[in-house]
């Protein structure tokens, strides 16, 4: 079963390891076997990781787009949620579904659940007061 990515004038997409950008105009893309994807929308730039939770999102996004090195990235993943946990405990429940999704090779499921976690830490930046 293949599947159908309808894409925007200019939207970049990541099939594999390759980004491709779209011309100027829709068009529609069959895949017809099972590789990475993610769409502009999911796709979080090294410069864009400038949280902690981000820099989470884009060890998983490595991980499911970069499948040669894994261990390095699940290396990166470990150290990076020690570092969440310790600074905010309530992650906790965010970073064992992440977890569960990534150790059953389900990556594109903890990119998801990783999200989650993006809003949740952008839920408690937005009550930390800022100095004068």
Same mark, same amino acid.
């Given at each position: 079963m293949s599947l159908k990515l309808r894409l925007k004038p200019d939207e970049r997409v990541i099939i594999g390891r390759a980004v491709i950008r779209n011309g100027s105009k829709a068009c529609d893309l069959l895949v017809e076997n099972n590789v990475p994807i993610l769409r502009q929308k999911d796709i979080l730039t090294e410069a864009e990781a400038v949280s902690p939770a981000r820099r989470v999102y884009f060890a998983v996004q490595l991980m499911y787009i970069d499948a040669e090195n894994l261990?390095?990235?699940?290396?990166?993943?470990?150290? $990076?949620?020690? &570092?969440?946990?310790? @600074?905010?405990?309530? !992650? #906790?429940?965010?970073?064992?579904?992440?977890? *569960?999704? =990534? $150790?059953?090779? &389900?990556?594109?499921? @903890?990119?998801?659940? !990783? #999200?989650?976690?993006?809003?949740?830490?952008? *839920?408690? =930046?937005?009550?930390?007061?800022?100095?004068?």
């Open positions: 261990v390095d990235y699940h290396a990166r993943f470990w150290d $990076l949620v020690k &570092d969440v946990q310790s @600074a905010a405990p309530s !992650t #906790r429940p965010y970073v064992e579904k992440i977890s *569960e999704k =990534m $150790l059953a090779g &389900d990556f594109y499921q @903890a990119l998801k659940h !990783t #999200r989650k976690l993006i809003d949740y830490e952008e *839920e408690l =930046m937005s009550h930390v007061k800022k100095p004068l």
